[in-house]
């Protein structure tokens, strides 16, 4: 059963569209890959279905008509974002940017500190000392402590040394692995998307262009939407 659905989705800014009709569904449990080009529509998908900007066509989230809702409310009904750029509370210290917006269930700040030990260290450091890396790690641990449904990674491991990256992407494998979170993913790091996610969907300037299980995805198809 699809935990999120979109169907028909169009968005604008302003007089500029960008959304021409996107369509995706993520089972619960499940992760989904959003790909594509920079530009093509993936980060207004997101905002979309977090709330942040008005859409027309079909959102709804376990049911839930998602395009009548302001964004807060989307959130309590269990929709965790990590932003593109993380974000994080600069003045505030890793432990105060974990519990400001932490709700009650299986994730507290023991358990983030399981899944990512820098933290655990670095508790009472304020986030703007962290390094790119660490805070990309705040900002996944601060969405995983309010205790989503679904998580949301916009661009999470862009920008980072590799090292770092491959922290990252274990830590969504562990996600996968042990929890029952569905996960929509947006990346375009093709291998480690294949690793971790059960199907994809891809957008060409505003448009889902290709969906299907990761492992269909073929070389060629990746060469045409995602690759450079």
Known sequence: MSLLTLANVTAAYGASQALFGVSLALEEGKVLAL?????????????CICRMMAAQGQITFDGH???????????????????EGRRCFASLTV????TAAARAGEW???????????????KDQRAASLSGGEQQMLAIGRALMTNPRLLILDEATEGLAPLIRQEIWAAVAALKAKTGLSILVI??????????CDSAVILERG???WQGEID?????????YVGV
């Open 95 to 98: 432990q105060e940017n974990l």
């Open 108 to 122: 507290d700040l023991g358990k983030v500190a399981e899944l990512f030990p820098r933290l655990g260290e670095r």
């Open 35 to 47: 790909m594509g080009r920079n530009g093509m529509g993936k980060s207004t998908t997101v905002k």
């Open 65 to 83: 008509d998602l395009l009548r809702l302001p964004s807060h409310r989307a959130a309590r009904l269990g929709i965790g974002l990590v932003p």
């Open 207 to 209: 448009r889902s262009v």
């Open 216 to 224: 269909a995805l073929s070389d060629a198809v990746t060469q045409q």
């Open 187 to 196: 990346d375009k790091s093709v291998k480690e998307l294949r690793g971790v």
